[in-house]
């Protein structure tokens, strides 16, 4: 016997499209409330095709494609990630939309009695790409109390009738191989192109010390259902477990959340990014899609340079007011949230001081130049915080190139030098600002600094990816920052060859793995790499002032 399900459909409860495509949606139909820990049952908002003229790239799957909110859980690049996070930047978003429809928790079977494939399906076109990726949660049991959402082994046509403990309803229970082959039927049946993903391996590893592979079920199965469908398959599971094998048991530790480390599943933002990398070759190889617009370097997004919005930045706040502080001022290079894998180096400095006696706070902002950050009243803010014995770093550079009064610039470029002249600028809404030179800037933050009785530090910008290899990478800057920290009384770090000395000697393979983008921002890697140079530096100044706060380690 077999019953079939009918869910109301309904739109996601936030829509994410362009204004220009925004459309008054339905008020969707209440989800029945949570019972026990059931994950079928949450209330999740899932992203919808931001641009409706487009084809999408839509992703199915467990926690491992998008896990939580998909925020790592509130924790940055540290946290538990999901590798359709940064599988999106590897595409033109501008001719695809990348819809990561996942949801932590269920199997093939409860994406589906949940009614979150139903909800998914309507947004299904044809030329769309539909990828699926189940397994992890599909062992286990078949009803109980708690979740009730394994599917049956193997991927026959078996089922079994049961009255479900957790919903409290009849239900026919399918193989595993039953739910993938649904999946793949109703995609065809819109005119979508179904591709089948083997589950990502688990850190696991065998008496011969090779990664533990799932050939005997899952992702054996997954296989056996692709080839039978005749449709795309990317045997992810193998081939992450092959790259496991080849980086050793250590550096696979390190894709994992090291603050978790029972962990053996869910992979930190590093082994979501390896993963997504991994997915992406497998499209690439696959014959039986359309073109796909990838992007021609996959960390080409550099050039958009984004203005960080101030309203999702927290500030941060010395936890012992009573401490002296550590006060971190800069851009992107110097905090990035985790967007898009890219990690500041400010990010990862905490560890290198005693917090039982000095606070670190990490002020910089994305897209900020030295003017933006001033004219924005960010340093007033940091000022106002400022006692006798703070201490302040500055690292500003990357936004203040380019011609003032072009708007590619986004009204942050500085004027060159250190001199009193100044050039008049446009704002947006029509008003003139007379903006400054780069070292005018620096030379008010050393001033307010030092009437505060704190000791400021001016660091001259972290090199791109493509300059530190031949002769040195931000001259200009690195001069005008150390004649302002001369003419100041501030002190100064050439952080731009200290970086480039050392990625000279780790080589340009190693270089080229610390990048999140094309040339400007680090990963969780890079940032590591860079505060041990910053920290360095600090520890090389004239009278060490931050040599009592250093910690042990």
């Given at each position: 016997?077999?019953?079939?399900?009918?869910?109301?459909?309904?739109?996601?409860?936030?829509?994410?499209?362009?204004?220009?495509?925004?459309?008054t949606a339905p008020t969707p139909p209440s989800l029945p409330a949570a019972v026990n820990?059931?994950?079928?049952?949450?209330?999740?908002?899932?992203?919808?095709?931001?641009?409706?003229?487009?084809?999408?790239?839509?992703?199915?799957?467990?926690?491992?494609?998008?896990n939580g909110r998909d925020d790592g859980q509130g924790k940055g690049p540290v946290g538990?990630?999901?590798?359709?996070?940064?599988?999106?930047?590897?595409?033109?978003?501008?001719?695809?939309?990348?819809?990561?429809?996942?949801?932590?928790?269920?199997?093939?079977?409860?994406?589906?009695?949940?009614?979150?494939?139903?909800?998914?399906?309507?947004?299904?076109?044809?030329?769309?790409?539909?990828?699926?990726?189940?397994?992890?949660?599909?062992?286990?049991?078949?009803?109980?109390?708690?979740?009730?959402?394994?599917?049956?082994?193997?991927?026959?046509?078996?089922?079994?009738?049961?009255?479900?403990?957790?919903?409290?309803?009849?239900?026919?229970?399918?193989?595993?191989?039953?739910?993938?082959?649904?999946?793949?039927?109703?995609?065809?049946?819109?005119?979508?192109?179904?591709?089948?993903?083997?589950?990502?391996?688990?850190?696991?590893?065998?008496?011969?010390?090779?990664?533990?592979?799932?050939?005997?079920?899952?992702?054996?199965?997954?296989?056996?259902?692709?080839?039978?469908?005749?449709?795309?398959?990317?045997?992810?599971?193998?081939?992450?477990?092959?790259?496991?094998?080849?980086?050793?048991?250590?550096?696979?530790?390190?894709?994992?959340?090291?603050?978790?480390?029972?962990?053996?599943?869910?992979?930190?933002?590093?082994?979501?990014?390896?993963?997504?990398?991994?997915?992406?070759?497998?499209?690439?190889?696959?014959?039986?899609?359309?073109?796909?617009?990838?992007?021609?370097?996959?960390?080409?997004?550099?050039?958009?340079?984004?203005?960080?919005?101030?309203?999702?930045?927290?500030?941060?706040?010395?936890?012992?007011?009573?401490?002296?502080?550590?006060?971190?001022?800069?851009?992107?290079?110097?905090?990035?949230?985790?967007?898009?894998?890219?990690?500041?180096?400010?990010?990862?400095?905490?560890?290198?001081?005693?917090?039982?006696?000095?606070?670190?706070?990490?002020?910089?902002?994305?897209?900020?130049?030295?003017?933006?950050?001033?004219?924005?009243?960010?340093?007033?803010?940091?000022?106002?915080q400022l006692k006798a014995g703070d201490i302040v770093l500055i690292q500003f550079g990357?936004?203040?190139?380019?011609?003032?009064?072009?708007?590619?610039?986004?009204?942050?470029?500085?004027?060159?030098?250190?001199?009193?002249?100044?050039?008049?600028?446009?704002?947006?809404?029509?008003?003139?600002?007379?903006?400054?030179?780069?070292?005018?800037?620096?030379?008010?933050?050393?001033?307010?600094?030092?009437?505060?009785?704190?000791?400021?530090?001016?660091?001259?910008?972290?090199?791109?990816?493509?300059?530190?290899?031949?002769?040195?990478?931000?001259?200009?800057?690195?001069?005008?920052?150390?004649?302002?920290?001369?003419?100041?009384?501030?002190?100064?770090?050439?952080?731009?060859?200290?970086?480039?000395?050392?990625?000279?000697?780790?080589?340009?393979?190693?270089?080229?793995?610390?990048?999140?983008?094309?040339?400007?921002?680090?990963?969780?890697?890079?940032?590591?790499?860079?505060?041990?140079?910053?920290?360095?530096?600090?520890?090389?100044?004239?009278?060490?002032?931050?040599?009592?706060?250093?910690?042990?380690?």
């Open positions: 016997m077999k019953i079939l399900f009918s869910l109301r459909r309904a739109l996601a409860l936030l829509a994410i499209c362009s204004p220009a495509l925004a459309q820990t059931d994950p079928a049952r949450a209330q999740v908002v899932l992203p919808e095709p931001a641009n409706l003229t487009l084809p999408s790239l839509i992703l199915i799957g467990d926690s491992t494609v998008r538990q990630w999901g590798w359709g996070n940064p599988i999106a930047r590897y595409f033109d978003q501008g001719k695809i939309n990348v819809v990561n429809r996942a949801v932590g928790g269920l199997s093939s079977r409860t994406y589906l009695t949940s009614g979150h494939w139903e909800r998914t399906a309507a947004f299904i076109k044809p030329g769309d790409v539909v990828l699926m990726q189940f397994g992890h949660n599909d062992s286990g049991a078949v009803n109980d109390t708690s979740r009730a959402r394994a599917s049956l082994k193997g991927v026959g046509e078996q089922s079994e009738e049961i009255d479900n403990l957790l919903t409290h309803k009849h239900e026919v229970v399918h193989s595993y191989g039953w739910y993938l082959r649904k999946y793949i039927a109703e995609i065809k049946a819109r005119g979508a192109i179904p591709v089948v993903v083997s589950p990502i391996p688990h850190k696991q590893w065998d008496a011969d010390g090779r990664v533990h592979r799932n050939k005997a079920d899952y992702a054996g199965w997954a296989e056996q259902v692709a080839a039978q469908e005749h449709v795309g398959f990317i045997d992810l599971n193998e081939l992450a477990a092959r790259k496991y094998d080849e980086m050793g048991h250590d550096a696979v530790m390190k894709l994992f959340p090291l603050v978790t480390p029972d962990e053996h599943t869910h992979t930190n933002l590093a082994g979501a990014e390896l993963n997504a990398q991994i997915v992406v070759q497998g499209l690439k190889a696959l014959k039986t899609l359309p073109p796909l617009p990838f992007l021609a370097n996959p960390q080409a997004r550099e050039d958009d340079r984004p203005v960080v919005d101030a309203a999702k930045v927290a500030d941060e706040k010395a936890l012992n007011p009573k401490l002296p502080t550590l006060f971190i001022v800069g851009d992107s290079t110097v905090k990035s949230g985790g967007m898009r894998g890219m990690i500041g180096w400010g990010e990862r400095i905490a560890p290198f001081f005693d917090a039982s006696k000095i606070n670190v706070v990490n002020q910089a902002i994305g897209g900020r130049s030295s003017r933006t950050y001033l004219t924005e009243g960010r340093w007033d803010r940091v000022a106002g990357h936004n203040d190139g380019g011609r003032i009064g072009d708007p590619a610039m986004k009204n942050r470029a500085s004027a060159p030098g250190i001199g009193p002249e100044t050039v008049e600028d446009t704002r947006p809404d029509g008003s003139k600002e007379q903006v400054h030179s780069f070292g005018w800037y620096m030379a008010k933050y050393v001033a307010d600094a030092k009437a505060k009785g704190a000791t400021v530090i001016l660091l001259s910008p972290i090199p791109h990816k493509d300059k530190w290899e031949n002769g040195r990478d931000f001259e200009n800057f690195a001069q005008w920052d150390q004649a302002v920290a001369k003419a100041g009384g501030a002190q100064y770090v050439d952080l731009t060859m200290l970086i480039s000395d050392a990625y000279r000697k780790v080589g340009a393979d190693k270089v080229a793995a610390f990048f999140a983008d094309a040339r400007t921002h680090t990963n969780d890697s890079g940032a590591q790499f860079n505060a041990e140079r910053v920290v360095a530096g600090l520890k090389g100044l004239s009278g060490n002032p931050l040599g009592p706060y250093f910690s042990a380690r």
